[in-house]
């Protein structure tokens, strides 16, 4: 549902939106910078986990395009400060994408790359199954309660995602697979993900409209060509500052989906990182189809 637009939004030439805070389009880098806005990839893969390009490779790729990044690769924080430390002066948010049991993924942010190492160390790694990059052994629910007693911010993956598959904490709260209460532990969602399609981005950016929730934007890159497609843009100029405007929903999102080939390519790329996992990969999606059925057959 389109909302009200304020702060001006309707006299800048490049800002089409379906509400005031979400745009659907290629981000305009010069028009952002020229009134004040810091711009970051909050959804960015590396080898670190299913990406198909090292850490550093990856830190100057969006130097080179002139933005920041948040490295989130799932159930892995190594790649973060490998970033990091490779180009000081590049803007990067500490992140991890975890897979939980029960399906969602979920995005957190950390001020420091310190306080995701604490967070990964003590929450995420020694709960790991065979597939590392797949389900860990901690719900959603157990997840965002664990990440309350750590200073970060808990995002909500491509929310509606995927079309077989419950990857989104919306999904499964819509489909009765989530209590919605667990939506009052998540401090926003990602309203536009380069790798969804455009219905199920407009729902997501539709639902943070409407509860006037925090909101992220990134193009869940696995090759450097999609990076930067889909940005997150904050007055900000450090990642605490990014993250405490994203919390106090002043953020904008500006962003298309991947297009099809691309998304091929990146497939053939992930298809490649989990071939040594194959079969505890299959293992965790049968379980998790199994538990969707017997969810089904008791609704």
């Not at 430390?85 to 939980?100: C, D, F, W």
């Not at 455009?198 to 006037?212: Q, V």
């Not at 919390?247 to 071939?275: D, M």
Request: glycine content about 10%; aromatic content about 8%; charged content about 25%.
């Amino acid at each position: 549902m389109p909302s009200r637009i304020k702060d001006g939004v309707r006299s800048a030439p490049y800002m089409k939106s379906l509400s005031p805070r979400v745009f659907f389009q290629a981000p305009d880098l010069s028009a952002l910078r020229r009134d004040g806005w810091a711009v970051a990839d909050l959804h960015v893969h590396t080898s670190r986990s299913d990406g198909l390009y090292r850490p550093e490779r990856v830190a100057e790729h969006a130097m080179h395009l002139g933005i920041g990044c948040a490295v989130t690769d799932h159930n892995e924080a190594g790649g973060v400060r490998a970033a990091a430390e490779h180009r000081s002066g590049l803007l990067v948010i500490p992140g991890i994408e975890v897979s939980a049991a029960d399906g969602p993924h979920l995005l957190f942010y950390f001020p420091s790359v310190r306080g995701l190492e604490d967070f990964f160390r003590e929450e995420i790694r020694d709960r790991r199954g065979m597939s590392p990059y797949m389900a860990i052994s901690r719900s959603t629910t157990d997840l965002l309660a664990a990440a309350e007693g750590y200073d970060c911010l808990r995002v909500a993956a491509h929310p509606f995602g995927y079309a077989v598959l419950d990857r989104g904490v919306l999904k499964c709260v819509e489909n009765g697979r989530l209590d919605r209460d667990v939506l009052k532990a998540i401090d926003g969602v990602e309203a536009i993900c380069g790798g969804m399609n455009r219905s199920l981005n407009r729902r997501a950016a539709e639902y943070a409209a409407e509860n006037g929730c925090g909101i992220t934007g990134g193009t869940d890159a696995h090759i450097l060509s999609q990076i930067g497609g889909t940005l997150t843009c904050c007055r900000a100029e450090t990642a605490e500052e990014f993250i405490e405007e994203v919390r106090a929903r002043r953020s904008r999102v500006y962003g298309q989906e991947t297009n099809r080939f691309v998304k091929v390519i990146a497939g053939c790329a992930i298809s490649w990182r989990f071939l040594p996992y194959t079969i505890p990969s299959i293992a965790v999606h049968a379980a998790q189809t199994a538990e969707r059925i017997r969810a089904g057959r008791k609704k």
